[in-house]
């Protein structure tokens, strides 16, 4: 079984802030670990900006990891499956299969999960078009793909708000639509409202999506029939502490960043996983 002092799951802006604080804090044994092939978690497939000084995602990750130390263990492509009571983590790998890691202290650094169509009260097919925004922005920008129009996005917060935008820009027919009376989403989100021909549907739902094979368009609670290709789901994300369940808060877990609680801006989260870092540094020197 392998070993480390400080145990990384997941490497966004968090985890790297949190591995790099641990490190410059002077503990020699920090791994690092992620199911993505590329440090940066959620930042890479940001192409706006609005990141720190107004940098895209990509480039506040380039920020991030300017002279990363290279004697930070770091394994990509390595999802964890669960971690016990008695301080051990289950990893699964490509190249690997399955092993075991054994750790001092845990920073738990992964992240937030989109709230997806299956968790909403919405009649009718799943046809192919139906995603959640989050899915859809990592699909467009690290992929290339453009989805077809008319597209319908349902939650006007800031992740809605912001696929709205590119999904205009690229020419297509955009209608928003938002259960509360008002949009969501910080103020500079929702500029694109004004700047681009896309509708807002106040005060309303969706109740049926329709469509066999495809998606074909979908109805509102107040009976309007949208026609539409795509669909993406924008309602919301839930901290990400599956690996963690079953855990009762032992005092060698820290978590820091979105799996914690939903942050809008990451200079918070990077905060946070800095925090998170020490602390876990500071509990092992204390012990020793
Ligand atoms: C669409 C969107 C737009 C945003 N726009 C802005 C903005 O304009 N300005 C701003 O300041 N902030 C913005 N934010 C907020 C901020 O960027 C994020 O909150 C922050 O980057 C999240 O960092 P994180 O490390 O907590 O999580 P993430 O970046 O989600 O990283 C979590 C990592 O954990 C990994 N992981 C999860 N589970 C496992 C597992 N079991 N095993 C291995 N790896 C795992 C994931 O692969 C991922 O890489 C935005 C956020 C979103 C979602």
Not at 76 to 103: H, M, Q, W, Y
Not at 185 to 214: A, D, H, W, Y
Request: net charge neutral.
């Amino acid at each position: 079984m392998e070993y480390c002092d400080i145990l990384i799951i997941g490497a966004g802006a968090a985890g790297i802030a949190a591995a790099r604080a641990a490190h410059g804090a002077g503990c020699t044994s920090v791994l690092l670990v992620d199911r993505k092939e590329n440090m940066g978690g959620v930042l890479l497939q940001c192409a706006h900006h609005g990141f720190g000084p107004n940098l895209n995602g990509p480039e506040y990750t380039k920020k991030l990891l300017e002279n990363f130390p290279k004697s930070i263990g770091w394994i990509p492509n390595v999802t964890v499956l669960s971690v016990s009571g008695d301080k051990r983590a289950i990893l699964s790998g490509a190249g690997f299969g399955a092993k075991e890691v054994s750790f001092q202290q845990l920073i738990l650094a992964t992240g937030c999960r989109e709230i997806p169509i299956g968790a909403l009260p919405i009649a009718g097919t799943r046809p192919k078009g139906v995603y959640t925004a989050g899915q859809m922005q990592e699909m467009m920008n690290l992929y290339g793909f453009i989805p077809e129009g008319p597209v319908v996005i349902l939650g006007s917060g800031d992740l809605g708000l912001v696929m709205a935008k590119q999904l205009a820009q690229t020419g297509l027919a955009v209608t928003l639509v938002e259960q509360r009376p008002e949009c969501g989403g910080m103020v500079k989100n929702q500029r694109c409202l004004t700047e681009l021909p896309i509708q807002l549907q106040c005060s309303t739902t969706i109740s049926e999506v329709f469509g066999e094979k495809n998606l074909e368009g979908i109805m509102t609670v107040d009976g309007r029939y949208l026609p539409c290709k795509t669909l993406l789901i924008a309602v919301g994300l839930r901290p990400e502490r599956e690996v963690i369940f079953g855990l009762e808060n032992p005092d060698w877990l820290h978590l820091c960043g979105n799996c914690n609680a939903v942050h809008p801006m990451v200079e918070a989260v990077v905060n946070e996983g800095k925090r998170a870092g020490i602390a876990a540094w500071e509990k092992i020197r204390g012990s020793l």
